[in-house]
């Protein structure tokens, strides 16, 4: 089917054009739209990723439905804020730094920033590192909807959500959950929901991987591999 992408400020400049026409599959979702669109300008992915969705004067639900022929909005990140995108899969390194700013840009008062490392040893063995794999395209929905439910549920609060794909060493981070609210309860409850939704909704697998074996986490009896023990990559 097609749709009809408008795009403004930030986005249109990185575009090289205000208005595109762009074919998806039936019963494609604003996220399909947003992922093709990343697709053909991955310079421009986290500025795809970070624009809101909408068609006439109201905001569109990224994992509904799209109709033939509609005139989708993408909105970039309004001013007020440093631009760092509410929700983000990467295989660059993670800022947390960048993150808790974003928050206090917005102003909330308190901020709680959760930063999940690489740990070792784990399992009584020392790990070498970790790899991430997701089902990139309901992870990133379902991220977004859980910024969405937690701002929600907390009003007047902002709320980030981070996590890194791909090769992680030891000590780097592997996820970065941030909530900014008017008082500090709150945003520690925020941020609690972000990370605990996050690890029972999202489907993002990790596997320690030690010098004799890896093992996907969380899987029934933790799904050991020792016959793919790999030698640690050179640096």
Not at 219 to 229: I, L
Request: charged letters at 25%; a negative charge; hydrophobic letters at 45%.
């Amino acid at each position: 089917m097609r749709v009809e992408v408008v795009a403004f400020a930030a986005l249109r400049d990185a575009l090289g054009t205000d208005r595109l026409a762009v074919e998806l599959p039936a019963g494609a979702t604003g996220h399909t739209l947003r992922t093709e669109l990343a697709s053909r300008h991955p310079r421009w992915r986290d500025l795809i990723h970070a624009c809101r969705l909408a068609s006439g004067v109201e905001f569109l639900e990224p994992g509904a439905p799209l109709a033939e022929g509609v005139e989708v909005v993408l909105i970039p990140p309004v001013s007020g804020g440093n631009g760092a995108p509410p929700v983000r899969l990467t295989r660059d390194p993670l800022d947390a730094e960048a993150l808790r700013e974003a928050a206090a840009a917005a102003g909330r008062g308190a901020a709680v920033v959760f930063a999940g490392t690489v740990r070792s040893p784990s399992l009584g063995k020392e790990v070498l590192y970790l790899e991430y794999e997701a089902y990139e395209a309901m992870a990133r929905a379902q991220m977004e909807r859980i910024v969405t439910e937690t701002v929600a549920r907390h009003p007047g609060s902002a709320a980030f959500l981070h996590h890194r794909l791909g090769r992680i060493e030891v000590g780097e981070a592997s996820v970065v959950a941030v909530a900014a609210t008017p008082h500090r309860a709150e945003a520690f409850a925020a941020c609690r929901d972000l990370i605990e939704r996050l690890k029972a909704d999202v489907p993002i697998w990790k596997k320690e991987v030690f010098a004799d074996g890896s093992v996907w986490t969380g899987a029934p009896g933790e799904c050991a591999h020792e016959e793919e023990a790999r030698p640690e990559k050179p640096r």
